[in-house]
């Protein structure tokens, strides 16, 4: 079983959309925009602007109401939560479309949490580099992701195949496991796992445009 807890008593869907207001505000801050309101941030997220201040109540941000919240000011604010004192090392395991697609995205994205390694067991793949994160042999998982203090994996194997490598992941020393695959996998107390599975989402979107359709009619 795995720990699901978040600390600071800051509720999961809180971190989640502090996540989410830190790459508006970035983006916004590359068009030139310095400031926003809470309702800014709310129309954004299809949100209340209520909510938006209350996610950020529980953080002890508060700011200057009458020019709205300084994008920049925030950005390191929500950092300070999010992120830790030192740059969290990540490690891809399978590179298949979505793993390939992963590390692509994400490197470079954030100064705190970087992808350093990514293991596959296809021989044309390792050896190889993903936006310059190197591709090693699964074999090699355990030993390299040990020596370069990977604290998070990213999941991205064949279904059939992803909880054989639950007791590798235990044995590195991983405490995070993001989990893309549509298996879920039983960790011991102390390893934090998010599940990712895209057809139980597509499921949820067709649930609702199936409801959204019906109230038309």
Same mark, same amino acid.
């Given at each position: ?24 505000? $970035?983006?916004? $801050?590359?068009?030139?925009?310095? !400031?926003?309101?809470? !309702?800014?941030?709310?129309?954004? !997220?299809? *949100? ?5 201040? &209350? ?41 298949? !479309? *979505?793993?390939? =697609? ?15 390694? =990514?293991?596959?067991?296809? @021989? ?13 042999? *699964?074999?090699?998982?355990?030993? &390299? ?7 998070? =994996?990213?999941?991205?194997? @064949? ?10 992941? *235990? ?12 298996? @879920?996998?039983? #960790? @011991? ?18 649930? #609702? ?9």
């Amino acid at each position: 079983m795995s720990i699901n807890f978040v600390p600071n008593n800051i509720p999961e869907r809180t971190i989640e959309r502090l996540s989410e207001y830190r790459r508006t505000l $970035l983006n916004e $801050l590359a068009r030139g925009v310095t !400031h926003l309101y809470s !309702h800014n941030l709310a129309n954004i !997220h299809g *949100i209340t602007a209520v909510q938006v201040r &209350r996610d950020l109540m529980l953080i002890g941000f508060s700011s200057d109401t009458k020019r709205g919240y300084d994008a920049r000011v925030l950005v390191e604010f929500i950092g300070n939560i999010l992120d830790g004192n030192e740059v969290m090392n990540v490690a891809v395991i399978g590179i298949g !479309h *979505i793993g390939h =697609a992963v590390t692509q995205h994400f490197t470079g994205k954030r100064s705190k949490l970087k992808i350093t390694m =990514a293991f596959d067991v296809d @021989p044309q793949k390792v050896g190889q580099k993903i936006a310059g994160v190197p591709v090693y042999h *699964i074999d090699e998982f355990v030993d &390299r992701a040990r020596e370069n203090r990977v604290k998070i =994996a990213l999941l991205t194997l @064949p279904t059939r195949v992803a909880a054989a490598m639950v007791e590798s992941i *235990i044995q590195a020393g991983i405490k995070g496991v993001l989990n893309f695959t549509s298996t @879920p996998l039983n #960790f @011991p107390e102390g390893i934090y796992v998010e599940d990712y599975d895209i057809i139980t989402l597509l499921e949820k979107v067709t649930y #609702f445009v199936k409801e959204c359709e019906a109230v038309q009619k």
